[in-house]
Nanobody
Framework: QLQIVESGGGLVQSGGSLRLSCETSGFLFDVYAVGWFRQAPGKEREWVSCINGGGNITHYKESVKGRFTVSRDNNRYTVFLQMNNLKPEDTAVYYC???????????????????WGQGTQVTVSS
């Protein structure tokens, strides 16, 4: 029914790039905001980025600004996280989550999203 699947993680060296995908099904996708989150071993899960349903509003955690870009293809029901210039401190399990877009339009910058994927591992070696 409602399905969220992350993919694209892997092992890269510092300075490398990865593109994560969040494929969804069962949603009226253009009215849902999507957030990206990560959780490193022994750490709390943290919000990283988000994009609203229309794709015209995005937000980023300060430490990833200029390196990560979130985008969406509503025709494919998919949100992407392009991660460039990766650093060892980016190592974590990355999750996407989906929630109804708030009004006024935008996306939440906290962890209060309703539907969550299973995560994909990103490991950045030094």
């Amino acid at each position: 029914q409602l399905q969220i699947v992350e993919s694209g993680g892997g092992l890269v060296q510092s300075g490398g790039s990865l593109r994560l995908s969040c494929e969804t099904s069962g949603f009226l996708f253009d009215v849902y905001a999507v957030g990206w989150f990560r959780q490193a071993p022994g750490k709390e899960r943290e919000w990283v980025s988000c994009i609203n349903g229309g794709g015209n509003i995005t937000h980023y955690k300060e430490s990833v600004k200029g390196r990560f870009t979130v985008s969406r293809d509503n025709n494919r029901y998919t949100v992407f996280l392009q991660m460039n210039n990766l650093k060892p401190e980016d190592t974590a399990v990355y999750y996407c989550a989906v929630d109804r877009e708030p009004f006024p339009p935008g996306c939440r910058t906290d962890l209060r999203y309703r539907y969550w994927g299973q995560g994909t591992q990103v490991t950045v070696s030094s």
